[in-house]
């Protein structure tokens, strides 16, 4: 599948490996930004995408960039819609003890685009019984 991509570097994303799931967004910035532990800031990519119909982006952290500095994202994933055309900007924490900084062309995030459908809600007074029934986060055990 292509996607058509706007990059404002000159840089086009790429997977990194053979296997990738994800390909990797770089910060576009004029200069470097500072997060402070506790902080969360927009961070511009300077990429655009144009997805096709039936399909997401989902905009993931870097597990690399979790583990070693506690930097996430604040909505956990984001999602980017078939039909945005912006600037894919990521909405970045520190859940870090130290300040972490971003330089131009970091690799801050990355994303997976996937497929999805959309479905038809049925209004119903109630839905077919389950084993399982109305049990919730931990109902199966430790």
Known sequence: MKVRIVSKSGLIPRYETEGSAGFDLPAFLDEPVRLKPGERKLVPTGIFIELPQGYEAQVRARSGLAVKY??????????I??????????????????????????????????????????????????????????????
Do not use: M, S
């Open 81 to 142: 819609d078939a039909d945005y055309r912006g600037e894919i900007k990521v909405p970045l924490i520190n859940w870090g003890e130290e300040d972490f900084v971003i330089n131009n062309g970091d690799r801050i995030a990355q994303v997976v685009i996937c497929r999805f459908e959309q479905v038809c809600l049925e209004p119903a007074a109630e839905l077919d019984r389950t084993e399982r029934g109305e049990g919730g986060f931990g109902h199966t055990g430790v």
């Open 70 to 79: 506690g930097i996430g994202l604040v909505n956990g994933i984001g999602t």
